[in-house]
């Protein structure tokens, strides 16, 4: 079985620059969940969907950053303009329903110049 | 609002040593306990998790934890560990109603020694 593939896996970009990370969770699961991992604030939560629906966004950072996710097997987090603050590893992890046990991808390195 | 606390930011231990990482959580109700692991440039993987029932979880890869609600505790325990086992543990809480939104603590180095 294929687990969530992330991709890129790493991003180098300039300040500035839109920056767009891609999801796609493992077939069948319905909840999804974008992290941001860095060394001063640990793991947190940006965004979670449930089928597909936006259901708390409340660690989204700010306005620079919005995700989608269009249909149950694609999800995409952006960051416009981006800054070197957002340098960080980004992680997506998806849930099937009726579970509790998330399944992470393997992250995405950003280095924001 | 619910929180996890690692006191521990990293654990030198000796091969073949016993090891014990500490988590303790807050939640004003009932929760769901869980540890993840993370080895390098990877993302995390569940080690074990407690929902109910008894308090003592066993996991994967010989490790095993115990659920501790006076203590409001749920530390992780391995008894003899393998040079294969460092990595970067982290403790989670999610409150077992609503959408199960997930708190994760800051996470423990364990850096096993040969």
């Known amino acids: 079985d294929a687990g969530v593939i992330q991709s890129p896996r790493h991003e180098v970009t300039e300040m500035g620059q839109e920056v767009t990370l891609r999801c796609k969770p493992i077939?069948?699961?319905?909840?999804l969940f974008w992290y941001r991992q860095t060394m001063m604030r640990g793991l947190e939560l940006l965004i979670y969907?449930?089928?597909?629906?936006?259901?708390?966004d409340s660690g989204m950072p700010e306005d620079r950053f919005s995700a989608k996710m269009p249909n149950a097997s694609f999800s995409t987090l952006k960051i416009q303009p981006s800054e070197p603050r957002d340098s960080a590893v980004y992680f997506c992890?998806?849930?099937?329903?009726?579970?509790?046990?998330?399944?992470f991808g393997p992250g995405t390195r950003l280095l924001v110049l | 609002a619910q929180s996890v606390t690692q006191l521990d930011s990293q654990v030198p231990v000796f091969e073949e040593a016993p090891v014990e990482l500490r988590c303790n959580y807050s939640?004003?109700?009932?929760?769901?306990l869980f540890w993840y692991v993370q080895y390098p440039n990877q993302g995390l993987q569940l080690l074990l998790k407690?929902?109910?029932?008894?308090?003592l979880v066993k996991g994967i890869n010989g490790f095993e934890a115990e659920f501790n609600k006076s203590q409001t505790s749920f530390h992780l325990r391995k008894p003899s560990v393998h040079i294969s086992d460092t990595a970067e543990y982290f403790c989670?809480?999610?409150?077992?109603?609503?959408?199960?939104?997930?708190?994760f603590g800051t996470g423990t180095k364990l850096q096993v020694i040969p």
């Open positions: 992890a998806s849930r099937p329903q009726g579970e509790e046990t998330q399944y």
């Open positions: 077939s069948g699961h319905n909840s």
């Open positions: 969907f449930n089928n597909n629906v936006p259901i708390d």
């Open positions: 939640s004003s109700v009932s929760v769901y």
């Open positions: 407690y929902l109910s029932g008894s308090t």
């Open positions: 989670a809480v999610s409150e077992s109603g609503g959408y199960q939104k997930v708190t």
